[in-house]
């Protein structure tokens, strides 16, 4: 899945027809949140990236959940909306941080208006999404704050793992829990909980969005690694240079220990260090990890009815670990 | 006001004694709240200026604005730490745009653990403070998400008039109104709110929370041109040579046209500036704005009952005011 830079965004692609217009009315509420400020100077970096495309992933997966229980309801179409707020508020944040240029095919936000402007546009996104998620109330406000919380100390737990190739798998499984899978769990629960969906469907719905989101992380990892940068939009080998260590190249490490005294010696190169991942089959090992996630996320589908919604929340699944070229369907 | 880097936090000191032990009982659910996390890497960041000490201003507020209602509820607890949550997280990310290398006596968190982690720190006080609102639920989560909202606007405002001696002071007061007050407002409010206050003491507090806030704001001002630095903490000046013209600084540009050329051409050190302030009376027209403002907080209170808990907002006033040497009590 790629950004989709106009029309439908890619999260309800392929999907029932009813998730298109469901996506496209979240699509107003997003535009009319961010763009809600009368100061120009608030207003136009608060719309950047979301005017960008995006795929809309954690809408969707608000949405598809809903149906759960009693879909339709105004508190979905909020929490939808907020999810999105939230995760493009991090990636301002991460933006900075990482001194990302671009994105989406569009200068960053603070490429364009300056480091003051994109970390305050962030808290400002974090705000909106936050107001939302009050006007949506019940249990909203507390699994979106919670789901930040977590997303934020799995970002500083990361920091502090940058340039160690001692990490083990499980730390970084761990930590991509936090920093990643927590807002997938967020979207499901917050779809099951705003249509009123009984227990068991509930947590069903949060072991899959927690695998799904397990796969996703392995996978961008991968594609970081591997991927073709006019598809991912992204200079290969990123993570690598800067230190962050992600599970093919751990792996890599625990496999051949002199792969990590030449990743703690200093030599991160792609072209160098890509050849001994793959002859020591840690590409695809972590692969078979996102694979494993996902049959996991198949595996929680199952507990709930066979129907259409359930099989667009299975066709996510193909479509994040498909992004990987040899990957066939779970 | 000073910050009081122990015991009894200076909000309290000279209050009555049921306010310092509402004050102290909100400190610990503070402390519980940032220091939640399991991971070392999160939790001291997000403690690290909470313990340095602090006014808790904002909660002292709360507290007193409660007794406009039904007071000693959880949830004005729980409001009372969010709202400092909030307020830590907002100078976590100043600090780390304005380079600042101490605050409150020790080094700030980007200075001791680096900006990565005080920009992420500073998202998770955030969303701390949200979860702590989430769970006094009611209109709690709604007023501080607009509050934060605002108090962005206001900031990302700011960034715009850097360098621009011409804002007029009715601008500056406007941007203030958002970056400063809006936090002041809404701890009444969330007093108000969570106690059950009828609308016309929760309008008058609302009131009395702006108007302070407006002269708070004025008087850091002026204490970033006049101040001792062995009180305030702060190097003098620091406004001025970051191109913040704060409204001594405007109104003395609107009376003597050649300020303006002078700063606009770089001239800003505060050694040449102040005196051209004090000779065109600007340093004393902004202090009697501030009293203004100040007189307008009395105002709102005089619509309230004449007890104890309103003589101590009457007393938070005159604190702020006396911050300036030569303002003589409302």
């Known amino acids: 899945m790629t950004d989709a830079p106009s029309g439908v965004p890619a999260g309800a692609q392929g999907g029932p027809s009813w998730l298109v217009d469901d996506i496209l009315r979240v699509e107003d509420l997003l535009l009319r949140t961010a763009g809600a400020s009368g100061q120009p100077l608030v207003a136009e970096p608060s719309l950047h990236l979301l005017k960008a495309g995006g ?35 991090t ?24 480091t003051e402007v994109a970390v305050l546009a962030g808290d400002y ?15 909203v406000p507390g699994i979106l704050a919670r789901a930040i919380a977590a997303v934020c100390e799995g970002q500083i737990v990361e920091t502090g793992s940058v340039n160690d190739p001692e990490r083990t798998p499980e730390q970084y499984l761990n930590t991509i829990r936090l920093k990643t ?8 629960d917050l779809g099951a909980a705003t249509s009123d969906a009984g227990p068991d469907r509930r947590a069903a719905l949060m072991v899959y969005g ?19 940068p006019r598809i991912t939009g992204k200079e290969p080998g990123t993570d ?11 792996i890599g490490c625990q496999r051949d220990p002199s792969l990590a005294r030449r990743l703690a010696s200093g030599d991160r190169e792609l072209g160098s260090v890509l050849p001994t991942l793959d002859a020591s089959g840690s590409l695809a090992a972590a692969l078979d990890i996102a694979c494993e996630h996902g049959r996991r996320a198949e595996g929680a589908l199952a507990e709930l009815p066979d129907v259409e919604w359930t099989a667009s929340l299975r066709t996510i699944i193909t479509g994040v670990l498909a992004q990987v070229p040899d990957v066939s369907p779970v």
Do not use: M, N
């Open 55 to 89: 795929k809309r992933l954690r809408p969707a997966l608000v949405l598809l959940s809903s149906h759960a229980g009693e879909s339709g309801r105004r508190a979905t179409d909020l929490a939808a909306a907020a999810i999105e707020l939230v995760h493009i508020a």
């Open 91 to 114: 990636l301002y944040h991460d933006d900075v941080l990482d001194e990302t240029e671009t994105r989406r095919g569009v200068p960053t936000t603070h490429a364009k208006w300056g």
């Open 125 to 139: 996104l974090f705000a909106c999404g936050s107001a939302l998620g009050a006007d949506a109330s019940g249990e």
């Open 181 to 188: 899978a927590a807002l997938f769990v967020a979207a499901c």
């Open 210 to 228: 927690e695998s799904l989101g397990l796969a996703f992380q392995v996978i961008d990892d991968l594609l970081d690694l591997t991927g073709d």
């Open 240 to 250: 690598l240079r800067e230190g962050v260590f992600t599970i093919p190249v751990l």
